[in-house]
Each structure stands twice: as structure tokens, then as C-alpha cells.
């Protein structure tokens, strides 16, 4: 049999869906199962993005230009222009979904053993990306204690070595929920100029921002045009994660040339997403007001619930909807895999991420999990009274 | 400004894709284009795709299982079943067309600097799919004499080194109309054996085969169920390129898991796509033959068009939907694009794909084109006068 490449032998399963086995065995069982584990929102697509594909009327199902459909590449121009942001059509490019687009930055930008430096805990994806270009992420420490703020900038500086070629930033983050403010971003901006280095912001959680506070594009900072890519998607934005729609934004000449040679080597996005994703980009300021609206006050459920539970480290969240959560354990794998087996209230029980797959550091997270607060509010409580049983339960609670 | 990656320097442009602006502005004086540069059929696509989706009535769209809706990947399953290759559910994965698994095999097998065998002339993204992992297409001849059939076994020893990993075949033959008899895959049988090489076969045009002529996958070649891998998809099968959905079927369980992994880092595939696939799937006999006897009609008009043009070489064509024809000129690259900037007849002109791009050797293919026959009939015997006209008039013609 023929050998595996050393690639595919280390690569790591998702840690956002490597449970899933448990959670069918559970269902079949009878029971209840809250998903917490995973970025799915249960909020309604907008109408608009269906009536616009029925609309459509279509008769044959064509490829779409590489780079995407003319109209959605203008209309998420506008959108960043509406931000405040001066993007043009040439300068975006659609991607069958936030995750090709990732792969495309990273196939871009680093060779074989190059290193990107991102803020641990990271959306574990980012490992996987990484390495399908066998090149290496370096993670830099945040904590909990500290609400996972940006490091200073002499914690870069130690970082960086010859082969280092880009920072990577989630903002709003996943898995933390942290909100960088502007002067975390001038950080960046200081340390990818004197370093020379391409500086990666996955954007996809930009409206999802409490409290009242701004969200800040790396798009916005001066003297990085060469230097600033925003990965972005349409999944959560618009609750449309299966239409695997995202897009790329640069105003990076070289890199958009580079970009659209890989969109092309894979013909192209997504026909229909398009289609819908072009409509939804035309919704109101009113749609994201009351997206908003929700998440924050789903926010508010969780915080106070976990604020409740002896034990519990809640950090600040200030944005996206998902929290990092310390729990009074010590295996978060051996704890998200016993509340699926050996768990359950009232015929229910609740679906987690186990920290220590966000973290690359060994030992890293491993009390901690990510909860993703995509329930509505009635189904966050009640998947909360579940967590704390099952704490109380746990006989290797700490 | 910090430096691309090498790989995305190498990185060459789609030949299908590249004289996209040339075309855009012959439209623009006027002129109707005739698309015969890239496989985009224009066939219907079957009305049960768009109804399954709107019947589905979704209100979120969600991912789908990472590896593709069960249902989907039961119908894919059922459907190798019924041509007589036993397939179960978990040797099939769902992925986003046939280049995201081209993108995944390569992936899963081939460690930078390693080495894939192909028959040349090929379908150029097999290249691109190749650079993205640092990997290297050895090209192995054939040729427009011998109708591109796969040359001795011998000429594929020659070729092997301690880097070969795998084979690669297209087959029907993207971009030259071959089909493999059993003879030539017993060929590949034995030296993948020999020399405990994957099998990679492309057999996205399966149906399209014509003269009664049988096709055979490599599923049915025992002794090579570690060995053989197929990439499939619905856009050409289903005229349904937009949709993006294509998968992977294999019983060798350690590229499996490779998959799945792979699978688990972009999340899903697209979701709509996935429930029209499913049903489509389901359509009868009856839907094949109609369309095969579509292109094997379009295939005769091509020939007899071709075979009336002085100083045109039209080889055999047996399957899928391209030929690659030797003209009377001595730079294809030049002559397609002259035809696009400079020709007309009664304000027609044609789109044609450079032989170059489908040949890694240098000077390779400088005189063929390779032609799409994707279009109904009349549309076709109209390109072959703008053809043939073109030819006539073309001052470096030879």
C-alpha cells in the first residue's frame, strides 16, 4: 500500500467536530443534544437570499466567473465602502467560503516551513490550513486572566524569525469572543511595518460587536495597504453557512494576481450562494441592528449563567458569539466526551469544544471549553442548566 | 512589501480562462462570441435539481456533515452500484467539484518535491492542484498520431523515480477525447502494482462515450483497492458545473481518513448543491442516453467539420466532450487570440483553448487547440465556418 503523505498523517481532526459520533450516539438514545460546539446559528436566513435564487429562474446551472459573480464582487465593495472602508470591485475576490479563502492567503504567502504568527487560543482551522502548505503557525499566548487582549509588542518581536512572513488575527475572535481595539491594531500595524510582514484578519464576525463598542478593519490602517488582507464570509453575517460564500479583500496587487490564478485553477464559487449572497449584501442597516440585538442579549444569558456557577472562569465577551470558558476540571476532552456518553438532565444534554484543540502550546486549555452561543435565548438557559449538573456531577470536577 | 510565496509565483494561469479579457472585448465591439474554450455545456440542467431545493424549503442554511449529506452520499454509492462497482456509503465524500478532490488526493499523497505520473496532454489544472503542495506533474507523451492512446508500459517505467507517488489519468480524456480501452487500464493495473503507486482516475465524463464503446473505472481492477482513487462530479453528468459539488471514492481507509479531515477543515460543501445532486442522482436510464445521444451527435458534426478543413488534424474521439485538433498554424497561443482581437465573420467569432496549456513540455502542442463541444449543433456548425474562415484568412497560417 502506498505511503500517506507526511502531511496527511499530521493532520488534526477538527476539535469542533471530532465529538460528533458521541452527539449521534446520544441523539439515538433518546437524548437531547444542545449544540454548543459549533458556529451554526439558528437564526432564519434572510427570505431575501432564497427569493433571490428562485428569481433567478435558472434553466442551466453555469460556472460563475473565477473570481465571482460581477454584481456580489460589486456589491461587497459597496458594503465596505458603506463601513468606511474605500475597497473596489478588482480588489475582492469570492471564495467558496472564509475557509478557501484562508487557504488561498496562506498558499499566497508562505513556502514550505514558513511560519505565521497568531494569538492562542485560534480557530483550530487556521492549524489545518497551515499545514495543507506545510508551512507552521506560531502561536503567541493570550489568557484568559487578561480576557485574551493582544500581547505587547515586544511578545511579536520575540516571535518573529527569518521565516516568518504574515501575522493572523480573528476579529471578533474565535474561539474568545475578544474585541481588538484600535490600539491593538496599531500594534499590528507598527510590528507588520518594521518586520515587513503580511498582516491576515479574518473578519467574518464583524457585526457582532456589544456593549456599543466599534469593530476596526485592518483595511483601516494607514501605510498597510501592501501588507493587509481581510478574510471574510457571509456565513455568519447572514445565517447562511451552507451557501459557503466568503471573499477576500486586498488592495495588494501581486497577492490579487496570485488570488485570482488559484480561483481560476478551481473554475469556480458556488453559482446559487452567489446568487442569494449578492441579495443579502443589500439588506438594511435595520437587519444587523436586530441580529444584533439577539446575540448580544444571548450574550447577556450566558455570561450571567456561567457568572452563576461556582468555579467558572467567564471572560469578558465583546464580541462574535463565542466564549472561552474555564471550568473547575481538569481534561475539557475527557469532560465534553463524558456529558455526551455518561451525561444527561432531563433527557438532555449539551455539545461542547474541548479547549486544548484551539491551542497548539501542550497542556494549553485543558480546563478550558468554547461555547458557541448560536441557541436562542430559552434553549441557551436550558442547555446551561445542563452544564451546571453536569459540573455537579462530574466526578473528576476539580 | 513582503514576497509572494514561490509556488504562487509559478503559479500558471488557466490557458482555458486567460484570453477571458480578449473575449470580453470582442463582445463588446459586437461580435457573438462562440464558447468552445471551456467545458460549460449548455445543456439544461434537470428541472428535479432546482425543484428537490425548493422543495426542501429550507429557512437556515446550514452546513451540511463535513463529508457530505448522507443522503447525497448514498445516492453517489447506489449509483457506482448500479454500473457494477461495489461501493458502500463511507468509501464516498462529498467535495466542492472535482477540484477541491483533486486538491484533497493531492493532498493526502504527495509530500513537497514528490512526483505524479501523467499522460500528456492533460487537463492544465492538474498542474495547479500539484503546485499547491509544492509537488511536480511528470508528463509522459502522447501523441495526436497515435489518437493520444496511453503509450507502453514501459514508457511509464521510464518515468518512475524513488519520488513517483502516483498516477494520474483523465479518462474519457479531458482535453483529448480518448478513451482507455480495458487493455491500457490492465497497463496501469500492472505497473501500480509493480511499483505500489496510487491511481488517480478523473472520470468526471464517464457517460460521455460514444460508438457503443464501454467505459471502465479503475473500481473495477482488483488487486488495486489500496491503490485506486476516483474523482468525480456532477457538473459535466448533470450539466450542473455551478453547483460545485463533485466527491472522491476510494476503499482504501487511510486515505479515507486523510479525507475526512481535509473535509472537517473547510467545514462542508455547498449545501443546495448537495440536495439537487441528491436528486438528480436519482433520474433514470433514460436521462444518460438523451444526453449521450446529444454529444455524440454534436461529436459528428465536429468531425465531418474538421475532416472537410485542409491541413486540419482531427484525431479519434471516443469520449467526454473535447478534441484536441492539430490546425495548419504554428502558435496557437497567437492564433486564439487573433481570432478573439482581430477576426470576425459576419460578426462571429470563436473562443478556442491553446494546445500549449495542456502540455508541460516546452514547444508541446504549439499547433492544436483544444475545442469544447458544448454547444447545440447549429451554434457548432456555425464555429467550424467562423473556424475554417478564420483559417483562410490567418496571415501566419502555414
Redesign the interface.
Known sequence: ?????????A????P???L?AAADAAKKRGTHVFHLN?G??????PPE??QA??RAG?????????PGNPGLRQAIADYYQRLGYAVELPQTLVT??A??AI?FAF??????G?EVIVPEPYYA?YL??AL???ARIVPLATTIEQDFALPDIEAFREKITPRT??IMICNPGNPTGVLYPAAALEKLQQVCLEH???LISDEVYREFTYDGLQHHSVLGLAGLE??AIVVDSISKRF??????IGCLVTR?E??LG?FN??A??????????QI?AEAVYQLPASYYEGVNREYAARRDVLKAALQAMPGVVCPEINGAFYAMVGLPIQDADHFCRWILDEFQHNGQTVMLAPGPGFYATPGAGANQVRIAYVLKQEDLQAAMVVLQQALAAYPQRT
Open positions: 500500500m502506498p505511503q500517506l503523505s507526511s502531511r496527511a498523517a493532520f488534526p481532526s477538527s469542533i467536530r471530532k460528533a459549533i451554526q446559528p439558528d437564526i432564519e436566513t437570499f432564497f435564487i428562485d435558472l434553466r442551466v446551472l453555469e460556472y460563475s466567473p473565477s467558496t467560503g475557509s478557501e487557504n498558499a499566497a504567502m508562505l513556502n514550505p514558513d482551522n489545518a490550513f495543507q502548505v506545510d512572513k504574515a515587513d510582514l503580511y501592501q501588507h445565517s447562511a453557512c451552507g451557501a459557503r495588494n501581486e497577492l496570485a490564478k488559484f481560476q485553477a478551481r473554475l469556480s464559487p458556488p453559482t446559487l450562494g442569494g
